[in-house]
């Protein structure tokens, strides 16, 4: 399927503006002690500014891991954009899915505050790329 150049720029912004949205989502999860689903959409918000970014290059894959995978490859280690965004994306991955799959986790409010500023860093990241290119 082709998305049309209108469509593909109303797609980005509607991703970069779900990307947004999760930053107030995940300030009232952390408001509320509710650590586990704000890793959650800490993962999402910066998932989503991936999303936007693909689609500004014409990737769109199906799968999470494979997303990140380009990103890593095609921005991170050709220097387009800096290393701890790759890091960003990659431990945000791994505790989302902690979260998600294993059988007990239990994560420390410092722990996702730290993640909070992550995820508010590298979605101001992609738009800013998203701005130059």
Do not use: C
């Amino acid at each position: 399927m082709t998305i049309e150049d209108d469509d593909r720029n109303s797609l980005i912004n509607y991703r970069l503006e779900q990307a947004n949205e999760t930053i107030n989502d995940v300030q009232l999860l952390i408001d509320n002690d509710r650590y586990r689903a704000a890793v959650n959409r800490i993962y999402y918000g910066m998932f989503y500014s991936l999303l936007a970014l693909g689609l500004a290059y014409q990737f769109e894959p199906s799968k999470h891991s494979r997303l990140i995978g380009w990103f890593n490859k095609n921005f991170i280690h050709k220097g387009s954009i800096e290393p701890q965004y790759g890091e960003y994306i990659n431990q945000a991955f791994n505790a989302r899915s902690k979260g998600d799959y294993d059988l007990y986790v239990d994560f420390g409010r410092d722990d996702v505050v730290e993640m909070f500023g992550e995820m508010q860093d590298f979605i101001s990241r992609i738009k800013k790329y998203l701005e130059i290119k």
